[in-house]
């Protein structure tokens, strides 16, 4: 397998079905990616490794989604000078607004990329993350203009239904 240049990180496993669409953006436009739980709080020291270690291995993104009080992407944010895109993931009891305000509010000085909440972001941050790496692989380029091309063909392709 390839070595992964983006890390698809996400709090809990059952972020998995928001985030699985970052994964599937990607391996849709065939860029390497890794995917793991990794928990702010309650593993911490892993999410220390994984951002201080993230350069080093190669990453040149990391896409992290959590719900709730989401202070994982900001986290990783912090530890690391690997670009962090944010997904905030809904949550039960406010629908993912507060996964959101959590992610985009970062104070002056630590920056997170932040998308839309659940599906749209995941797969957002999938193709921001190809943007990125696009800037230096032009076969990348090249797939991800296809892939925009294709889209705007589906969409000139739509019929709207007839009025009885
Ligand atoms: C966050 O808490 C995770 O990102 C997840 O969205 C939320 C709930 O986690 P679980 O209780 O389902 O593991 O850390």
């Given at each position: 397998m390839e070595h992964p240049l983006v890390g698809v990180v996400m709090g809990s496993d059952s972020d998995w079905e928001v985030m699985r669409a970052a994964v599937e953006q990607l391996r849709a436009l065939a860029i390497p990616c890794e995917r793991r739980v990794v928990s702010a709080h309650r593993t911490p020291d892993l999410l220390f490794e994984y951002a201080t270690s993230a350069m080093s291995r190669g990453l040149r993104c990391i896409i992290a989604g959590a719900g709730g009080a989401a202070h994982l992407p900001g986290m990783l944010a912090s530890k690391t000078m690997v670009p962090?895109?944010?997904?905030?993931?809904?949550?039960?009891?406010?629908?993912g607004m507060d996964s959101l305000l959590s992610i985009v509010q970062m104070p002056k000085g630590v920056p997170v990329a932040t998308f839309a909440i659940g599906t749209a972001g995941a797969a957002n941050a999938g193709l921001f993350a190809a943007a990125i790496l696009a800037g230096a692989d032009a076969e990348l380029a090249q797939r991800l203009q296809d892939f925009r091309t294709?889209?705007?063909?589906?969409?000139?392709?739509?019929?709207?239904?007839?009025?009885a």
């Open positions: 962090v895109l944010g997904v905030p993931v809904p949550s039960k009891h406010l629908q294709r889209q705007a063909a589906a969409v000139m392709a739509t019929t709207l239904p007839e009025i």
